[in-house]
Structures are given as structure tokens and as C-alpha cells.
């Protein structure tokens, strides 16, 4: 997917407004392009510090070790997400862990924090936080038996990463993050800004940029901010973070869409990635989006791929009505 986005890229300066997890990013990174990268969450900054910004640093096995390293520390994680989130062993090495983590410079600091982030999330089913607390109850009640005879193979593998110590897999994953660091000898830089601002902000600095990839969250669909909102209280070190994120997945997203293109009017190339799905009405239809655009500049629309949810095939005509599509614009 990041392949194709990408190849509709120009010029020699690629803008990220929406980085996430910063996939179109690295492309843009490899393909030579220097990158500038933003999202308006810490939880994206760290990835962009890590891997967009960060050229040669790694994390060594020694990076690792050092997490475990006795401190004194608040004990965030333990005093609020234990049973829900976390059994007590698991949340006492986070809250050590996290705070040798931060007390790193950059892009150490950054590098450690997304493996921490990995790790959280390898420890999740569908790394969702929504779900595991029975799991937890059991663990604590020293069930491990029972809850493994009866959990599914994918529940299970997630109880024995709970139960077993963090080293193995910490190592593993300090090995998949190492992969995506490297050097494409441009001054790469990476912001924590809500779009509207990082325009003007940008456009008032006097910076050029070639192609701008535009990725917001979908209208109507799950806000970010609420599915990640305790790894955003686990990284930001206290409860009820705010992010305001929502102005894509609200009822007036193409106003939105509207005064972003007029805040990217001297950005030559744009490339925006959406979707619609008929039967959540998720996204925005290709077309509509795509007049929303050509208020601005000409544009091509192309679909990129079609899912068909089975039990929405009308029976009688074997017509899928169900049609999710994603989508690229690409401005001439
Ligand atoms: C669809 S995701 C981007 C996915 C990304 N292209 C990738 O490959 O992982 C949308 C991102 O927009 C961010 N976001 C939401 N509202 C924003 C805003 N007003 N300004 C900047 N970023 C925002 C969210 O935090 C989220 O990470």
C-alpha cells in the first residue's frame, strides 16, 4: 500500500500531516525524500523521533538490560490499571522500565519508548485495551492452567507473553524496530502540531515543500484518542490525556477538508488517502471528497482495493451491496 502511495510522490520535500504509524513516512524516507512528519499525538512523535528523525541510532542489547534497572518511580501503571489492564509483575516492570526509558536523551529515549509501546501492545489481544481483564483476574488468583487450557491459540500466546519475563520478547522487538532505522542523508524533521496549525505554521516559515500526504482519520469511525487512550495516559505519566482529534471523524469533515486544502494552496503535489464503507458509512464517498478537492485543483481519483463484508450479498441477486472501498486523489 505504501509502495503505490508513494509512487505518486514528487519533488525532493515529502509533508506527512497525518503520520500515525508512520508507514507513508518511511517510504517517503527510503525513497530518498527528506520527510517531514507530524501527527497531533505523543504516541505518533515517538515513532517519528525513533525512526523518521533518528538516522543511525539503534537499540543495543545493553538499551535493553538497562530497563530493568532497579528505580525509585511513582508507580503509575501499578496504582491504575492493575487488574484491568495489567497483573501486578507486568506493571511493576513497566513503571521501572518507563521511567529508565525516559530518564534516556533523544533519540535513545524515543527508540526505548516505542519498544515499551510494542511490547504493551504485544501483550494485548488485537492490541486493544478494551478486553483482558478476566484473563488478569485468573493470572492473579494463580489460574494460569485453567485460563491456558481454555483461552484460543492467539488469547494464549497473548497469557504466555503476560506470564513469562519481558526479555525474549523485548529483544525480538528491538530487532523489528532496528530494521526501520536508517540513513537517507536528508535533514528529516518530525512535529507534534494539530494539521491546521502546522500549515500556516509551516507556510509562514517559508518552507518548501513538494508533495504533501494527507492520511486524517475517517468520519465516523473509531477516534483514535479513545482506542489509545491508556497507552496515551501510560506515556504521558498521568489520567485523561486530552487530544483533540476528532475534527475528521465529525459530522462536518469536508469543511474540515476544505480549509485544509486552503491552507496547503502553495504545496504543489497533494495525495489523500480515504475510504467509505455503505454499511458502517464510515469514510466519505470517493467522489464527493474528490469535488471537495477540484474547488482547488484538478485531481484523478483511483481505488485501491475493495473488501465485500459476505453477509451483505443480497441473497437473491448475489449483488455485493456492501462495498468497502479505499481510495487515492492525487492532484496534476
Ligand atoms: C489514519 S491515521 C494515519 C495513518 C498513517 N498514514 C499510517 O500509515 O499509520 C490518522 C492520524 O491522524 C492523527 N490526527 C487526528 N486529528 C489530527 C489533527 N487535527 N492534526 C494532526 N493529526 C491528527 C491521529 O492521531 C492519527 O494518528
New binding site residues.
Partial sequence: MAEIIASHFQGETLLD????????SLKGKKVGMRVLA????YR?KIIGEALIKNQTEKITEEDVYSLFVFNENAGFIQKNYVPQIFIPQVAEFLDMAFENARNRESPKKELLLLLLTKYILSLRQYGAFQVGRQDNEMLIENQEIELLEMASESRGKKVRYNISHPLPLLLKLKDQINYGVFNNGKENEVYQM??FELLEMLKEKGNKIDTAYF???YFNSTV?SAHYKILDEILEEKRGVEI??K??NVKDTLENFERLFSLSEWIPKWVISMGYNPASDAGIKGEELLSVVQKFRDADLYEMEHSWAINNIASKTGKRQSENVEYLIVTK
Fill in positions: 500531516v497525518f503520520m500515525g504509524g508512520g508507514s507513508v507530524n501527527d497531533i499525538a505518533s494539530d494539521c492520511d486524517s482519520p483514535y483533540d482529534d475534527a475528521f
